[in-house]
């Protein structure tokens, strides 16, 4: 499994290297960690308003009370909502998030601190491959090697997890059939010479 494993962690290091912009990275970093793994990822999209693009990322890790380490950010302008303030400009904010980073208890919670901002979110499961084959740019037969790299580990760690927790020690060794034989019992000890002697001269 450690082996599949690293294969699948050097073909992701090959697709990282084809990509220049370093969020874009960032968020395929995650995504290809999350392929590793085996498991799926989260996206939760909101509408914020910010000066910046950097600064809606960060209102919106700031709200979900998350650390900005734990998921990557994707920001666009939005078409539908425009402030008429001219510091701040209305983003549509998606936040991906992995579930071997931020598990169900931890995206509930987020959820929770979002609402109690006042910010309307909505949170999707999606498979993490398919978000990276959906990046612009993105090499696709590098995405192609490094998924089937992915797939390997992840079977082979999933085996390798059901041996260890189907593992039961060897059965003690049979009893032997036949008793264990004793040893036959110390004969008496013979009577000391010089009472043979009296018992003869008596004679």
Same mark, same amino acid.
């Given at each position: ?28 970093? #995650? ?54 303030? %001219? ?19 931890? #995206? ?10 006042? %910010?309307?979110? &909505? ?42 927790? &189907? ?27 010089? #009472? ?8």
């Amino acid at each position: 499994a450690e082996a599949k494993t690293a294969e699948a962690e050097v073909s992701r290091d090959a697709l990282l290297a084809g990509i220049g912009d370093e969020k874009t990275k960032a968020r395929a970093k #995650l995504l290809a960690d999350a392929a590793i793994a085996g498991v799926k990822v989260n996206k939760v999209a909101m509408a914020l308003t910010a000066e910046t693009e950097d600064a809606a990322c960060a209102h919106a890790f700031s709200k979900m009370q998350l650390d900005a380490s734990f998921g990557a950010c994707d920001v666009v302008v939005s078409t539908s909502r425009r402030r008429r303030l %001219v510091a701040d400009t209305a983003y549509d904010v998606t936040v991906l998030m992995s579930l071997k980073t931020v598990n169900a208890t931890a #995206l509930a919670a987020a959820l929770e601190n979002l609402a109690a901002e006042g %910010v309307t979110a &909505t949170s999707t499961e999606t498979d993490p491959t398919d978000e990276l084959r959906a990046i612009p740019g993105i090499d696709a037969s590098s995405v192609d090697n490094f998924a089937a790299d992915a797939a390997d580990a992840v079977t082979a760690t999933s085996a390798a997890i059901v041996a260890e927790t &189907t593992w039961l020690p060897p059965p003690p060794p049979p009893p032997s059939p036949f008793p264990p034989i004793s040893p036959p019992p110390t004969p008496p000890p013979s009577p000391p010479p010089s #009472l043979i002697r009296a018992d003869e001269d008596s004679r």
